[in-house]
């Protein structure tokens, strides 16, 4: 597992800077859309770090180099599916039960 922040790519540490009760979104390389949801990402993360520099923020500059880590992260996600494919995401294969209607064709 490869992760844009090098901080992140120790689980065991990872585990300790996210809460037990803390929502977490993955989103993978064999995912189709796993590259626009990055740039997505990143494009965001731009436009509110020129607006810290604008202000003369001292942050700016910190996620202006988180967003190009993620662009760059991006683009390896794109080299990964050319060489290894990508799919739409899907959902475990679980069985539900069904429930039978009384309504007649």
Known sequence: ????REDYNNLQELEKKIGKDEPVFIVRAHDKFAPLVMITWANAMMEIGMQHIKVQHPSGE???NMAEKVYKHAKLTLEWQGKHGSKIP???KIVIPTIKSDVKK
Do not use: F, T, W, Y
Request: aromatic letters at 0%; hydrophobic letters at 60%; proline letters at 10%.
């Open 1 to 4: 597992m490869i992760h844009a």
């Open 62 to 64: 910190d996620i202006l």
């Open 90 to 92: 899907d959902l475990p």
